[in-house]
């Protein structure tokens, strides 16, 4: 059944066009009808990033989770992973962040936790989808019945404390001078104080959130500050975070990127001398590099494969009993802490693996070379480009390019109106080649 609201995490798009209040407050009253089942007081948990728009997106869904009876719970700014778990601590039936995670500000999103911690299902989108586009003002709560609505505090001081006790308690952070960009986002207070509550000398961007700035050239998608900043500072190590906090990139201390796939290799080695994989493998997408693959084959683990996205990662992990996965985009979970992408906690783990070897980043998170890998985006307006002859003849011709040893992914966004080329191989200008022709014949019948 096609999906009209939920994409691959959450529901996403341009604030006040897409996400607009009409559609919050009827997420509002739909996913609370969904959850409202049994006859204690129910609750649910919103958490938010810092985009301006998030305040009108709150206000709507505590009108609609209110209407249909639920009691809402109101935490501020904090990251996505925080909601998650404190919506399984808080014994809410539900939790919601308000987050279009590393897109501009002037997009902005809405996730759904369940009361395990995890995000939904597909099946259970789907019902919400289908009571969305029913008529929700006969289910609404009687007048006696409403929900009511309170802040609360403590919760960054809480999601804190979750992230500290990830490391063992004698572990300690000092010594270590760290960058920290919290992308003027979601994290903006917790990430500090932990670094700093664990001794390390913390040096802080991307911590000025004005409504307008999440993700705007900081965070885990934009390194150019925070490469800047490591080597001005001469700092041991860069912790980039996304506006949600979801997913982290690190800079070594020579400012070179470290991306998801070395920071995998580097916590599943780390879990497998400490005896604490679950199983022989990890899990991540048809992104991760190819090196990454023969390189947890060389210390006898394997890499199971998926589709793009975290919430496939962490089903496959859920079914099979892994315990590590992630995504090139720096995506990792780490199911014996979180329940989806945490990169605070990633990052920590990374740290003790630093502090434990006593050596350089650049040494530590430097796992293997990866192969040659090229990734090209192109915007689309409408239609279905991918279903063009003259784009399945320009990807049938560039797979045919790559041979055997190479690898071409050509897949739609879940998050936005782009398509996404990526190809793989041994020689760099076959790949590049490859991937410049197929991009060349979507940008024909894209505009």
């Known amino acids: 059944m096609a999906r009209r609201y939920f994409g691959t995490d959450g529901i996403r798009g341009r604030a006040n066009k897409v996400i607009t209040p009409e559609l919050a407050l009827k997420v509002g009253q739909a996913a609370g009808l969904m959850f409202r089942t049994g006859d204690h007081r129910h609750r649910v948990l919103i958490g938010k990033d810092t985009r301006l728009s998030g305040y009108m997106i709150e206000n709507a869904l505590v009108a609609g989770f209110t209407s249909v009876g639920m009691d809402v719970l109101l935490t501020g700014p904090i990251p996505t992973p925080a909601v998650g778990m404190l919506a399984r601590s808080m014994r809410a039936d539900l939790g919601v962040m308000i987050s279009a995670s ?5 997009d902005n999103g809405i996730k759904l936790f369940g009361p395990d911690g995890y995000k939904l299902s597909d099946e259970v989108e789907l019902k919400i989808e289908e009571l969305l586009d029913s008529d929700l003002a006969t289910q609404l709560a009687e007048s006696h ?7 609360i505090d403590g919760v960054q001081d809480r999601y804190i404390e979750f992230a500290k006790l990830t490391l063992p308690r004698h572990l300690s952070l000092e010594g270590l001078r760290v960058v920290i960009d919290c992308a003027n986002g979601a994290a903006y207070k917790v990430a500090p104080g932990a670094l700093w509550e664990m001794g390390a000398d913390v040096i802080e961007i991307g911590v000025e959130p004005d409504g307008f700035n999440i993700n705007k050239e900081c965070g885990s998608t934009d390194l150019a500050a925070i490469s800047r900043k490591v080597r001005e500072m001469r700092a041991d ?7 949600d906090a979801d997913r982290v990139m690190i800079i070594d201390e020579r400012g070179h990127i470290v991306d998801g796939d070395q920071l995998m290799a580097v916590i ?59 995504e090139q985009s720096g995506h990792i979970i780490l ?25 350089p980043v650049s040494e530590v998170c430097h796992r293997f070379d990866p192969l040659p890998q090229v990734l090209k985006n192109v915007r689309f307006k409408a239609g279905k480009p991918l279903e063009n002859a003259g784009v399945k003849t320009a990807i049938a011709s560039a797979e045919q390019k790559l041979g055997s040893n190479g690898r071409l992914l050509v897949r739609p966004s879940g998050t936005e109106p782009v398509i996404r080329v990526m190809g793989e191989g041994d020689d760099a200008a076959v790949v590049e080649a490859a991937v410049d022709s197929v991009i060349d014949a979507l940008t024909k019948v894209a505009a």
């Open 102 to 106: 590393h897109n501009p500000f002037d």
């Open 145 to 151: 019945d409403l929900g009511r609505a309170k802040r």
């Open 237 to 243: 190590i860069g912790i980039a975070l996304d506006g």
């Open 268 to 326: 599943a080695e780390s879990f497998k001398e400490d005896g604490r994989l679950t199983k022989r493998g990890i899990v991540s997408t048809v992104m991760s590099n190819l090196g990454l693959e023969r390189y947890l084959g060389s210390i006898g683990l394997d890499l199971l494969r998926t589709p793009v996205g975290d919430r496939y990662v962490l089903e496959r992990m859920r079914a099979d009993g892994y315990n590590v996965g992630g």
């Open 335 to 359: 199911s014996d802490y979180s329940t989806t992408g945490d990169g605070l906690v990633a990052a920590l783990q990374v740290l003790a693996v630093v502090k434990r070897r006593n050596k």
